[in-house]
């Protein structure tokens, strides 16, 4: 069965700190590859996705990704986190299957 | 609202009672998932219906979980007997047409939009 790891449980950064948060699925296959957002006392929000073409991917608020297919990584990330970035971050895959998402990473960020 | 919505959104019920959670997805989207999510872990799949149909609903953890869509609109999970176990948040999401991915398009049309969720206490 389809897997995601999310390998940091909790991250604590600075404000202007820089972001990578690790994602690796255990499918072979062509994946369709996302981060979602959840800020505290708000739903799960998309942040950016994968389907095809460049494997960088640019999303909302500054956040981008990178589909490595080799390493079966989309790695997650920002240049200068802001403290309205706290959140859970979640990473998901599917390919004609429901999302499967990792056990998600809370981010937060202090002044 | 444009955004898919839930009701209620905090239940709390008794060990043994049966509930209904209500799913109102985005207009026009034709499919609708339904997810739980325990504290700590990511949303875990439940459902997922291709209109009125359920199409795959591997997710269900037992019987006593069931759920129905029978205009192609509106969705209800239903719970019966219910146990400690089944506290959580459960969630909905709908996408415009599930499954049919055109890999070639950079406006997929399978990215799925959550609502809310319903806090389901069970005592």
């Known amino acids: 069965a389809q897997s995601v790891s999310q390998h940091n449980h909790h991250v604590i950064l600075s404000e202007a700190a820089s972001l990578e948060l690790g994602c690796n699925y255990s499918y072979g296959g062509t994946v369709n590859l996302f981060w979602y957002v959840q800020y505290p006392g708000q739903h799960l929000q998309l942040l950016l996705k994968?389907?095809?073409?460049?494997?960088l991917v640019k999303g909302i608020k500054g956040f981008e990704a990178e589909f490595i297919k080799s390493k079966f990584s989309f790695n997650l990330r920002k240049p200068s986190v802001q403290w309205s970035d706290t959140a859970e971050y979640f990473c998901a895959v599917t390919r004609n299957t429901p999302l499967v998402f990792g056990k998600g990473t809370r981010l937060s960020v202090i002044a | 609202g444009a955004g898919v919505s839930q009701t209620p959104s905090n239940k709390v019920t008794e060990k043994g009672k049966y509930v209904e959670l209500r799913c109102d997805p985005i207009?026009?989207?034709?499919?609708l998932y339904w997810y739980r999510q325990s504290l700590g872990q990511g949303p875990e799949f439940l459902i997922y219906?291709?209109?009125?149909?359920?199409?795959?609903d591997s997710g269900l953890p037992n019987d006593r979980f069931f759920a129905v869509r029978p205009e192609g609109s509106v969705s209800t999970l239903k719970i019966q007997r219910t146990e400690r176990g089944d506290s959580a948040v459960y969630l909905c999401?709908?996408?415009?047409?599930?499954?049919?991915?055109?890999?070639?398009?950079?406006?997929?049309?399978?990215?799925?939009?959550f609502g809310p969720g319903t806090r389901l206490t069970v005592l």
């Open positions: 999401a709908s996408s415009p047409a599930g499954r049919a991915v055109d890999y070639t398009s950079s406006t997929s049309t399978d990215t799925q939009y």
């Open positions: 207009s026009g989207h034709t499919a």
């Open positions: 994968y389907f095809s073409g460049d494997p």
């Open positions: 219906f291709q209109g009125t149909g359920a199409a795959d």
